[in-house]
T-cell receptor, first 114, second 112 residues
Framework: NAGVTQTPKFQVLKTGQSMTLQCAQD?????MSWYRQDPGMGLRLIHY???????DQGEVPNGYNVSRSTTEDFPLRLLSAAPSQTSVYFC?????????????FGSGTRLTVV | QKEVEQDPGPLSVPEGAIVSLNCTYS??????FMWYRQYSRKGPELLMY????GNKEDGRFTAQVDKSSKYISLFIRDSQPSDSATYLC????????????FGTGTRLTIIP
């Protein structure tokens, strides 16, 4: 049981480049989300999805797109990378009753935009 | 003002000490409360969860919620060097509302 798998683990982008951060879970979780973690800011929600075909914006969605075509996958797309998007990105998933089970997080993608 | 406030630390204590980690919050709708532990360069992992007010104990860890004061705590007894990590509190409004709001995390170091 792999849990939540994020790829790549590290990435360096040039300003203006685009890329996709991959996230996959094998726990049949309905809910998936993307967070970014910055020093002093904690975890901030970028986008989330409550099921295949359904996505919504979180606290800091600008510059990012998501889609959820299957229950298992929830990729995050950076449209035109900016230095302000340098961060550690975490994907998380849970059952709808996240209050009981909490989130399962991936190990993160460390992104640097130069 | 943030919905959830957490002292970022860092906090250093000697091995065997009792550690108290705290969060305050402003949203009265929060009903369930969690603590996550995050080791360096890893994703957060769920450590404890509680629903509504009261205490919950799991081994050396005790989670405490005081909804009247909008204050939650995590106590670690007989602290070990392996407890050195960043601890994040998280809160949610109700079952079926999956979004959690996280504190900024407290970095804890247990000194052998």
């Amino acid at each position: 049981n792999a849990g939540v798998t994020q790829t790549p683990k590290f990435q360096v982008l040039k300003t203006g480049q685009s890329m996709t951060l991959q996230c996959a879970q094998d726990m049949n979780h309905e809910y998936m989300s993307w967070y970014r973690q910055d020093p002093g800011m904690g975890l901030r929600l970028i986008h989330y999805s409550v099921g295949a075909g359904i996505t919504d914006q979180g606290e800091v969605p600008n510059g990012y797109n998501v889609s959820r075509s299957t229950t298992e996958d929830f990729p995050l797309r950076l449209l035109s990378a900016a230095p302000s998007q340098t961060s550690v990105y975490f994907c998380a998933s849970s059952y709808r009753t996240s209050g009981l089970y909490g989130y399962t997080f991936g190990s993160g993608t460390r992104l640097t935009v130069v | 003002q943030k919905e959830v406030e957490q002292d970022p630390g860092p906090l250093s204590v000697p091995e065997g000490a009792i550690v108290s980690l705290n969060c305050t919050y402003s949203n009265s709708a929060f009903q369930y409360f969690m603590w996550y532990r995050q080791y360096s360069r890893k994703g957060p992992e769920l450590l404890m969860y509680t629903y509504s007010s009261g205490n919950k104990e799991d081994g050396r860890f005790t989670a405490q919620v005081d909804k009247s004061s909008k204050y939650i705590s995590l106590f670690i007894r007989d602290s070990q060097p392996s407890d050195s990590a960043t601890y994040l509190c998280a809160m949610g409004a109700n079952f079926g509302n999956e979004k959690l709001t996280f504190g900024t995390g407290t970095r804890l170091t247990i000194i052998p």
